[in-house]
């Protein structure tokens, strides 16, 4: 089996040392951005300074620092999918020094009742994508682990949620009807790209990750709704939870 083939136990070749030097210690908490949209917003509301930058052949990526209410927050737009999000994250850690990460995107939701009109906080993750394996034991799903820590805070905020478990994949447009079902019969109330792969990552550096979603669109039996996608993606009210959050975090 694949799952016979990944190694969490010796120690890797390449360290992020060769790449960028000793970690710095810059900023505790960062945020982990989806939107393009949100991410233009805080950099023409806000006086921000890139303070870093994740370095690819095709591209650098900076990541920026900003104050919120006397608070110095990083943030940087991320890439999509479990494997790239979650080597960002350990980057940052890297680059910045940040142990902290609040990560807030969009999902699709598996069961409309529970989830309309409400963030989802993600209690467990099924693991359909293969980063988490490099760095957590096999299993079938890995614990979301601050989900009841952000309740609390949500209920303190006043905002709407559910609690409940999503499924991570990495392999886009292969939500086939067989393993929507088979998700949604173990639970699972959304589907979303990173959430198995970032917390895998921050369990194994003893980072700590604060993850919430919003459902755009409807993975239903009756067919596939994408009406509310955009705007899930780019809702601003979903950046201000989180500057809230980061203040607590």
């Not at 737009?77 to 960002?88: K, M, N």
């Not at 009756?222 to 950046?239: C, D, I, P, T």
């Amino acid at each position: 089996m694949i799952i016979d083939c990944y190694d969490i136990e010796t120690e890797p070749i390449i360290s992020l040392k060769d790449f960028y030097g000793e970690q710095k210690h810059i900023v505790d908490v960062c945020l982990i951005i989806f939107s393009q949209e949100i991410h233009t917003h805080l950099l023409r509301t806000y006086e921000c300074e890139e303070i870093a930058h994740f370095t690819a052949c095709n591209g650098n990526i900076p990541i920026y620092k900003m104050n919120y209410k006397g608070a110095d927050i990083a943030f940087y737009l991320t890439a999509i999918g479990s494997a790239l999000a979650s080597c960002l994250c350990y980057e940052a850690n890297w680059l910045i020094g940040a142990t902290k990460f609040i990560m807030f995107g969009s999902c699709g939701s598996l069961d409309r009742e529970k989830t309309e009109g409400k963030f989802i906080l993600p209690t467990e993750s099924f693991r359909g994508e293969g980063c988490s394996y490099y760095f957590a034991k096999p299993a079938d799903y890995i614990e979301i682990k601050n989900s009841h820590k952000l309740a609390a805070m949500f209920d303190q905020m006043g905002v709407p949620y559910v609690l409940g478990k999503v499924w991570t994949t990495d392999s886009m447009i292969r939500e086939t009807v067989g393993l929507v079902a088979k998700r949604k019969a173990e639970g699972c109330i959304a589907v979303e790209m990173e959430v198995a792969g970032v917390q895998s990552v921050c369990n194994f550096y003893n980072l700590e990750l604060y993850d919430f979603l919003e459902a755009g669109d409807v993975l239903a039996s009756s067919g596939y709704e994408v009406e509310g996608l955009h705007g899930a993606n780019h809702n601003l009210g979903k950046l201000y939870i989180a500057l809230e959050i980061a203040l607590q975090v």
